[in-house]
């Protein structure tokens, strides 16, 4: 009897352990997939601001061109980013007043200063801009005496960090020097690129590891990384942020920040074998190249190099966008200002490039810039400048870290809670000379860290599905069309796999449409998907009644373009725009991207949105009158 009794609650505990374990696996397949939609709409709006280069080279095509009301437009764009910026004119002009109780630096800058701004920083407290511009200057005098690669050593009594993409997320910067012990001359560390945008700590981010730097400039390294970028951080907020944080002297801060970057060193070679760089590699990635090149030239991604006094030389894509070779524009500045295009590539493909497991090297059609490169191509240019192993960043990955290709490719990511609360750890890598390279993980908690697994997967999953929606709805019109090519009886309903060829086609965002199909779409019992209640619970605002839903797609869809754009205009930072200077933005804009707007619905939407009649237009809120409203704001607790 007594046997038995235990026969039975052995099968029950057997029944009991393997119910949990299908019930963690449904719980890791649905975070994957959550994952899986935060990335690749990721992927796809850098490509969208990858894209954003073709439309410039277009404008710069139109240069010479179009009346004079649109090149001096144009030119706006492009010759107002001339001048260097001056110590004495920046940094002299603003005083720090007795009333401010924030954090003071006392230069030369010593550990002490280090401790002072973190103490503040723990407090939430701004760090004045005459501070903000006077370590910007220092610190942009000491990066112009290093070289494109900072080449460093260590020792079996003198590990070195390496830390991946921050991305603005102070409390994980707060936790890795808590668990790690901060920079010092036996403590050094990489940062190895994005310590910005995203977050709402950027700027605090960037002063901590300038003033490090410059306390330990020679072990301290900052690598560039992609979003190190004043074109890339239009999009992504640290613009934003600065303007939020730094009303009166914002605007200053930002040009002396754009020239900081570029002397960012491009990389960091430990003990002449391991390659610190934050994208990644391609087939023809030459160092000797890397290593000579005047990286200050590159200004941005998006802005593709120019020589002068050249005719344009225009090459039609498939497309049918016009995208113009660089080097072959007509323009008013010195050809030592630009890099060749060879070098332009090379930096772009060491900012932009992501490791894959399918042999050889191809264009990164999920960002739009750089490229994807094989095992064999590590190995290739591993050998090739006797090299062991290259670490990089750029990538989101769910344990902080990745060993690839063979274990030549490392990938640490060092922001916790990227995507969402419980999305990913944050990692960091310790090296020492001849051992094998040692991860340490954390995860920043916080109340929600705390809830349980399917607690924590259910809110991630509402955000992901929440933000994909929103794309749906971009593309509404075109989703609608190519469900009704597919629906031939006109009954509203389609099969499974062509609901998802549909969605894929559209959307491009490689997604796994059917495993998401039941969050998305109604389905029947046969399997057959309701497609029109896709849209069944989100709808983007107008500002006009009568708005052709094309047009208002359009403008949610260019939305961060258009304000790009209207941020690089708007060289005053007054927030208005005239209306001819719309139309004519608007003009070159709905020409390149074919868009088939016409310009009596512009003109129309542009005097509604003009409310005063004063000519102007308030462009910010131009833009937020087109915004997605949610039928659901909270998810449901049975989200499942």
């Given amino acids: 009897?007594?046997?038995?009794?235990?026969?039975?609650?052995?099968?029950?505990?057997?029944?009991?352990?393997?119910?949990?374990?299908?019930?963690?696996?449904?719980?890791?397949?649905?975070?994957?997939?959550?994952?899986?939609?935060?990335?690749?709409?990721?992927?796809?709006?850098?490509?969208?601001?990858?894209?954003?280069?073709?439309?410039?080279?277009?404008?710069?095509?139109?240069?010479?061109?179009?009346?004079?009301?649109?090149?001096?437009?144009?030119?706006?764009?492009?010759?107002?980013?001339?001048?260097?910026?001056?110590?004495?004119?920046?940094?002299?002009?603003?005083?720090?007043?007795?009333?401010?109780?924030?954090?003071?630096?006392?230069?030369?800058?010593?550990?002490?200063?280090?401790?002072?701004?973190?103490?503040?920083?723990?407090?939430?407290?701004?760090?004045h801009a005459h501070y903000v511009l006077e370590v910007l200057f220092e610190a942009m005098r000491v990066l112009k005496q290093m070289p494109n690669f900072s080449h460093i050593k260590t020792f079996p009594a003198k590990e070195i960090t390496i830390c991946g993409d921050l991305h603005g997320k102070l409390d994980d910067l707060m936790l890795i020097f808590y668990k790690n012990g901060l920079p010092s001359g036996t403590n050094p560390y990489v940062f190895n690129g994005d310590f910005v945008d995203r977050g709402n700590n950027s700027m605090e981010i960037l002063m901590i590891l300038l003033v490090c730097f410059l306390v330990y400039p020679t072990d301290l390294h900052l690598n560039r990384g992609n979003h190190e970028d004043f074109m890339m951080n239009l999009r992504y907020?640290?613009?934003?942020?600065?303007?939020?944080?730094?009303?009166?002297?914002?605007?200053?801060?930002?040009?002396?920040?754009?020239?900081?970057?570029?002397?960012?060193?491009?990389?960091?070679?430990?003990?002449?074998?391991?390659?610190?760089?934050?994208?990644?590699?391609?087939?023809?990635?030459?160092?000797?190249?890397?290593?000579?090149?005047?990286?200050?030239?590159?200004?941005?991604?998006?802005?593709?190099?120019?020589?002068?006094?050249?005719?344009?030389?225009?090459?039609?894509?498939?497309?049918?966008?016009?995208?113009?070779?660089?080097?072959?524009?007509?323009?008013?500045?010195?050809?030592?200002?630009?890099?060749?295009?060879?070098?332009?590539?090379?930096?772009?493909?060491?900012?932009?490039?992501?490791?894959?497991?399918?042999?050889?090297?191809?264009?990164?059609?999920?960002?739009?810039?750089?490229?994807?490169?094989?095992p064999d191509v590590t190995s290739k240019v591993l050998n090739k400048n006797q090299l062991k192993m290259l670490i990089r960043s750029h990538e989101c990955k769910p344990d902080g870290y990745e060993i690839s290709h063979d274990g030549k490719v490392i990938t640490v990511f060092s922001a916790s809670n990227y995507y969402e609360e419980g999305s990913n750890r944050g990692a960091y890598i310790r090296?020492?000379?001849?051992?094998?390279?040692?991860?340490?993980?954390?995860q920043v908690t916080s109340t929600s860290c705390l809830n349980p697994l399917h607690q924590r997967v259910s809110a991630m999953e509402f955000s992901a599905f929440r933000i994909l929606k929103e794309r749906m709805i971009a593309r509404k019109t075109d989703l609608i069309n190519a469900f009704h090519l597919r629906d031939h009886s006109r009954s509203g309903k389609i099969s499974l796999a062509q609901w998802a060829f549909s969605m894929e086609s559209i959307l491009g965002l490689n997604l796994p449409w059917r495993s998401l199909s039941s969050h998305l779409a109604t389905i029947d019992s046969s399997g057959s998907v309701d497609y029109m209640s896709s849209f069944d619970d989100i709808h983007i605002e107008k500002p006009m009644k009568d708005m052709k839903s094309n047009l208002i797609e359009t403008m949610y869809r260019y939305r961060s373009d258009l304000k790009i754009i209207f941020n690089i205009i708007d060289s005053d930072q007054s927030g208005l725009i005239s209306m001819d200077e719309f139309r004519t933005m608007w003009k070159l804009f709905n020409a390149h991207y074919q868009v088939h707007i016409d310009d009596s619905q512009i003109d129309e939407l542009a005097s509604t949105v003009d409310f005063n009649k004063d000519g102007n237009i308030d462009f910010n809120e131009f833009l937020r009158a087109f915004y997605v409203v949610h039928k659901y704001e909270k998810p449901e607790s049975n989200f499942a």
């Fill in 237 to 374: 907020g640290f613009t934003k942020e600065i303007l939020q944080k730094y009303k009166l002297h914002g605007k200053k801060i930002l040009q002396v920040l754009e020239e900081v970057y570029t002397w960012l060193p491009i990389g960091t070679i430990i003990d002449n074998e391991i390659l610190v760089i934050h994208g990644g590699i391609s087939e023809s990635t030459d160092l000797n190249t890397l290593h000579q090149l005047q990286r200050n030239k590159m200004k941005s991604v998006l802005m593709p190099p120019m020589l002068v006094n050249q005719e344009p030389e225009v090459k039609r894509k498939k497309s049918g966008s016009a995208n113009i070779e660089p080097g072959k524009v007509k323009l008013d500045k010195s050809p030592s200002e630009h890099l060749t295009k060879h070098e332009w590539e090379q930096i772009v493909d060491i900012l932009w490039s992501d490791p894959r497991g399918k042999k050889g090297c191809y264009p990164n059609t999920s960002r739009g810039g750089g490229c994807y490169f094989g």
């Fill in 1 to 127: 009897m007594v046997l038995e009794d235990c026969r039975d609650l052995v099968r029950a505990a057997l029944v009991i352990q393997n119910w949990y374990r299908r019930y963690r696996a449904r719980l890791r397949a649905r975070q994957h997939y959550a994952l899986a939609i935060f990335q690749s709409i990721e992927y796809s709006d850098e490509q969208g601001q990858m894209q954003l280069s073709n439309f410039f080279s277009f404008m710069l095509e139109n240069y010479t061109k179009t009346n004079n009301e649109d090149s001096a437009l144009v030119s706006r764009l492009f010759d107002n980013r001339r001048r260097e910026s001056k110590r004495e004119e920046y940094v002299g002009l603003i005083d720090v007043p007795d009333s401010y109780d924030g954090p003071r630096l006392q230069f030369p800058l010593t550990f002490t200063d280090i401790d002072v701004l973190l103490r503040a920083f723990k407090q939430q407290q701004i760090l």
């Fill in 431 to 442: 090296l020492s000379y001849g051992t094998s390279p040692q991860f340490f993980q954390y």
